[in-house]
């Protein structure tokens, strides 16, 4: 049963509700939320307001906090997600992002795996370079044994992620980087490559410009012991760079990122190297160190002759820094290092959403020439706005401390409040709330389905184009649907042409376009840029590799794609079944006039399918007779107890509704989907569960075709609604599921 909708009187989507009441809003005991949206934002509001009073005892905090109040019911600004969740309750962990240090020892690891679901329970995400780590099969002097390497140590992080699921509010997410001149880095590059480990890490290689350089030139590169710091052996940088594409292009990991890139814009050099990022590679981060995020959406600064409002935007950016500065001294830190090193550097990362809208708004196409210079345009206001703001801060409130010795220690900028103070962070569910599209990506798509926590289908689109379309008499409820199974309107000849030009998906937009407008955004960005590089599901290997150079040589810190077709199937899009025979069985009623099952026959004809689950080797087995299919049972080669009961009684169920003339596509649609907490990977699809792996096999037999549509989707593993790939990161815009954000 859908949950009631909070109360507001904001202007607040439907949708907007539903993701606040299933994550934001305070509930009681029992599970009902005792809270509107307006509460909420005047909880945070009072909050972050409160810490102007540590720097002048007269502030009037009031009127601060009406400030704030309404920059966020009015959708103009939205800080990171634990912000909006966490403040002023119990927990009152702010931050979103934060990075630990992994050093080469088992007390250093485990107690990063410690601090770990500390930040996990508090709603953080954590991002770690495993670089430190000795190689698999290097000597342990200790124990007079050998080294099992970084990826192992990685499975354990993992599972504790998995266990914490920060603390239901949302789910744990890691970055696990690793240098590409480490010597297991062809393990890594491949390590989530069919397999049922590391589900709560994207992973990304840490490329050097050294690599880059003999990548290009056809040249050899060293990979170093970390404990010795010797050369062990050399590789081909372009076939390493082959391996890396290769994998990417097959599942979408790993990520790059150009470590010595992000080290030459480092703030704070004194204080150390980077050598890690948060989980969606936006945020470059010193160990302990954390960072506070909020967005602008762009879509609400424009003027009503289609212009920007640069003075509004202006006012914002000044609010939206004090605000994230504020946030650092209201934040209660899950560790006494990370409230150390944080309020050292006092990073901020203001960034944007709602670009696409705006470029609709405004009537200009994403993958055009005027978009990239639009996109500059603004970025560079931001940046030079926001680091004005800062001065201005720290002028009454102080230099941040490790102000000594940084980029900004100089006559030019004796005032600087924040070591950074812009990020392109994803905006997931934050976007959803503001009604906004995701941070700098296109549309996922004009017209969706979205599914409602009751089960039932909603046709969705946005409110520009339906504003367009029913302005030119051209809207129908049944086109919203036509579009809707692509989610595009290139192809739809109803559509004007006009309207087609400005409603632009991201798969309307060609990869070189997509790196045009991260780099656009990037070149006036401190931190980095979280995007996805789309590509067509008949893009090749080469195609992904033209992509990495041109984001090298367009100054990217780091780069993300994402072939259509390229993650597991999840969504169903069901073809009728072939029949087994053309006689049909009789209809068996019991007395009370309900359908019964017919008996099961003496004789069946079946085959019997081994599937590797994350629990094990399942065997299902499917059998028919002259009328239809009949029977499923499955069998765990190794179970036992109460998966054993649980796999008979799903059997039985299943075999039941055969008999009972319930159709096979429809017991499939049921299964699929359903998701165990260990996947696994069966010729590069993913097994959710064993419920999914019989119906798999069942759809298999059944020649019912199990694939994605157009849009090459996947599941929601909270409702089952479409995932989307924005900022790096899957998205559910149904229930606000994010697994990153």
Not at 277 to 299: A, M, R, V
Not at 403 to 429: C, K, L, V
Not at 665 to 680: D, E, M, N, T
Request: aromatic share 6%; net charge negative.
């Amino acid at each position: 049963m859908e949950q009631e909708l909070p109360r507001t009187n904001l202007p607040l989507s439907n949708n907007a509700l539903v993701v606040l009441a299933r994550r934001y809003l305070r509930k009681d005991e029992q599970g009902k939320v005792i809270e509107t949206p307006e509460d909420m934002f005047r909880r945070v509001a009072d909050v972050v307001a409160a810490s102007d009073r540590l720097y002048d005892k007269d502030a009037d905090i009031k009127a601060v906090s009406d400030r704030f109040y309404k920059m966020m019911i009015e959708l103009r600004f939205m800080p990171n997600s634990p912000t909006l969740m966490n403040a002023g309750r119990v927990l009152g962990q702010l931050s979103a992002c934060f990075v630990l240090p992994i050093d080469d020892s088992i007390e250093s690891i485990f107690e990063a795996v410690k601090h770990t679901a500390m930040i996990h329970k508090s709603g953080g995400g954590t991002g770690f370079s495993f670089s430190r780590i000795r190689p698999e099969g290097d000597i342990v002097k200790t124990t007079h044994g050998v080294a099992s390497g970084p990826i192992s140590f990685m499975t354990i992080f993992d599972v504790a992620t998995e266990t914490i699921k920060q603390g239901g509010t949302r789910r744990g997410a890691n970055m696990g980087i690793l240098r590409v001149d480490h010597p297991d880095i062809e393990k890594f590059i491949t390590a989530k490559t069919k397999t049922d480990r590391l589900n709560n890490f994207n992973i990304s290689v840490a490329l050097t410009e050294r690599f880059m350089e003999a990548a290009g030139h056809g040249e050899s590169y060293a990979l170093i012991n970390p404990r010795t710091g010797k050369e062990v052996r050399r590789l081909p940088a372009s076939e390493v760079l082959s391996e890396i594409i290769r994998s990417a292009w097959a599942s979408g990991e790993p990520g790059i990122i150009f470590l010595d890139r992000i080290n030459r814009y480092n703030p704070t050099p004194e204080l150390g190297e980077i050598e890690s990022t948060n989980p969606c590679g936006e945020q470059p981060l010193l160990p302990y160190e954390s960072c506070n995020l909020g967005s602008i959406n762009l879509g609400k600064f424009i003027t009503r002759d289609k212009k920007i409002d640069f003075s509004g935007l202006k006012e914002i950016i000044w609010e939206g820094v004090h605000f994230l500065d504020n946030v650092i001294d209201a934040n209660k830190f899950p560790l006494e290092e990370i409230r150390q090193m944080t309020r050292k550097t006092r990073k901020i990362g203001l960034g944007v959403m709602g670009f696409a809208d705006l470029l609709i708004s405004i009537g200009i196409p994403y993958n055009s020439d005027e978009a990239v210079d639009l996109a500059r345009r603004i970025m560079t206001f931001i940046e030079d706005e926001s680091k004005k703001a800062s001065a201005a801060l720290a002028k009454e409130r102080g230099n941040f401390p490790a102000y000594t010795g940084s980029i900004y220690d100089s006559a030019e900028t004796p005032f600087m409040r924040n070591a950074t103070t812009t990020t392109i962070a994803p905006t997931g569910t934050i976007s959803i709330i503001a009604g906004a599209s995701s941070g700098i990506e296109p549309l996922f798509a004009v017209s969706y389905i979205r599914k409602v926590l009751d089960g039932s289908e909603l046709v969705e689109a946005h409110p520009l184009f339906v504003e367009a379309m029913k302005e030119r008499g051209l809207y129908s409820q049944e086109l919203m649907e036509k579009i809707a199974e692509s989610g595009s309107v290139q192809d739809i000849e109803e559509v004007p042409q006009d309207l087609k030009k400005i409603f632009i998906t991201s798969m309307d937009v060609s990869p070189a376009e997509h790196i045009a407008i991260q780099a656009a955004f990037q070149e006036s960005t401190d931190n980095a840029v979280s995007k996805t590089i789309n590509f067509p599901e008949e893009a090749t290997e080469e195609d992904v590799r033209q992509a990495y150079m041109l984001a090298w040589e367009k100054g990217l810190k780091g780069i993300t794609i994402y072939r259509y077709g390229s993650r597991p199937v999840q969504v169903l899009n069901l073809k009728k079944k072939k029949t087994v025979a053309s006689s049909e069985p009789e209809c068996v009623c019991a007395p009370n006039g309900k359908i019964a099952p017919r008996p099961r026959p003496l004789r069946t004809h079946g085959v019997t399918e081994k599937v590797r689950t994350g629990c094990g080797n399942l065997y299902v087995t499917v059998n028919w007779d002259e009328h239809d299919f009949c029977e499923v049972f499955a069998q765990m080669g190794k179970a036992g107890g109460c998966a054993a009961c649980q796999i008979e009684a799903e059997s039985r169920l299943i075999s039941l509704a055969l008999r009972s003339g319930v159709s096979p596509k429809a017991i499939i649609r049921q299964l699929s989907g359903i998701r165990c907490p260990s996947p696994s990977w069966v010729d590069g699809k993913q097994i959710l569960s064993c419920p999914d792996a019989m119906a798999k096999v069942l759809a298999s037999v059944a020649n019912v075709e199990i694939k994605v549509k157009e849009q090459s989707a996947m599941a929601c593993p909270d409702c089952g609604a479409v995932l989307e790939m924005e900022e790096g990161c899957l998205l559910c815009r149904s229930c606000g599921f994010s697994k990153c954000s």
